[in-house]
């Protein structure tokens, strides 16, 4: 069974920086990508990042320059490093991969920035 672990997160305020982990539990033969959403109240989960197999790397417009995905190969973990935060980045973070051709999601972290 496979299972994505998020970790990290917390608060900061307006223009520092956070780390947040996903890693890949369980037997993970084929892990096509990694990618992170977030939702905040009242809004529909949105896509934020996310890195393949390949190593391309794509971001949505409202992180570009300030968000990175990076992975960790021999502890199968990712890694989302957000830069510069600002308060509308509060929300719910979601790992969701595509892992053996299926999809999964973790639980989801929160991040609070303050101004």
């Known amino acids: 069974q496979v299972q994505l672990v998020e970790s990290g997160g917390g608060s900061a305020q307006a223009g520092g920086s956070l780390r947040i982990s996903c890693a890949v539990a369980?037997?993970?033969?084929?892990?096509?990508?990694i990618a992170w959403y977030r939702q905040s109240p009242g809004k529909r989960r949105e896509f934020v990042a996310s890195?393949?197999?390949?190593?391309?790397?794509n971001r949505a417009d409202s992180v570009q320059g300030r968000f990175t995905v990076s992975r960790d190969n021999t502890e199968n973990t990712w890694y989302l490093q957000m830069n510069n935060l600002k308060t509308d980045d509060t929300a719910v973070y979601y790992c969701?991969?595509?892992?053996?051709?299926?999809?999964?999601w973790g639980r989801g972290i929160q991040v609070t920035v303050s101004s």
């Open positions: 369980g037997s993970a033969d084929n892990i096509d990508y």
């Open positions: 969701n991969g595509r892992i053996d051709a299926t999809q999964y």
């Open positions: 890195l393949n197999s390949g190593g391309v790397s």
